[in-house]
């Protein structure tokens, strides 16, 4: 069974940076694909950055992109986001996943998903 772990989430005023990490036991790590969402009060969960299983190919959402940096290290079974220039609007419980396709941005296309992390910006 596949479990994922955030950690990393915290209060941050707006401008700081955090980096979040996601830890994948119970299978090989390198088979899955791995995504970043994040949920925000009252809204749904959105797509914010996915990486293919060897790392190479990297997407992000529009409203994170040139600000946040998704990457992984095998060999640590780990997934991170460094997240830069936060805004208040980054606020939001941000969940890890594992798909064995390829790296998507649709939330159906995971098979695994962490509890969350809370990330809080202040302004």
């Known amino acids: 069974q596949v479990q994922l772990v955030e950690s990393g989430g915290g209060l941050v005023q707006a401008g700081g940076s955090l980096r979040l990490s996601c830890a994948l036991s119970?299978?090989?790590?390198?088979?899955?694909?791995m995504g970043w969402f994040r949920q925000a009060p009252g809204k749904e969960r959105e797509f914010v950055a996915a990486?293919?299983?060897?790392?190479?190919?990297?997407s992000y959402a529009d409203s994170v992109k040139g600000r946040f940096t998704i990457s992984r290290d095998n060999a640590k079974n780990t997934v991170y986001l460094q997240m830069n220039s936060l805004k208040p609007e980054d606020t939001a419980v941000y969940y890890c996943?594992?798909?064995?396709?390829?790296?998507?941005?649709?939330?159906?296309?995971?098979?695994?998903w962490g509890q969350g992390t809370q990330v809080t910006v202040s302004s």
């Open positions: 119970g299978r090989a790590f390198s088979f899955y694909a």
């Open positions: 996943a594992a798909t064995q396709r390829r790296s998507s941005s649709r939330k159906c296309d995971y098979d695994y």
């Open positions: 990486i293919s299983w060897s790392g190479g190919i990297t």
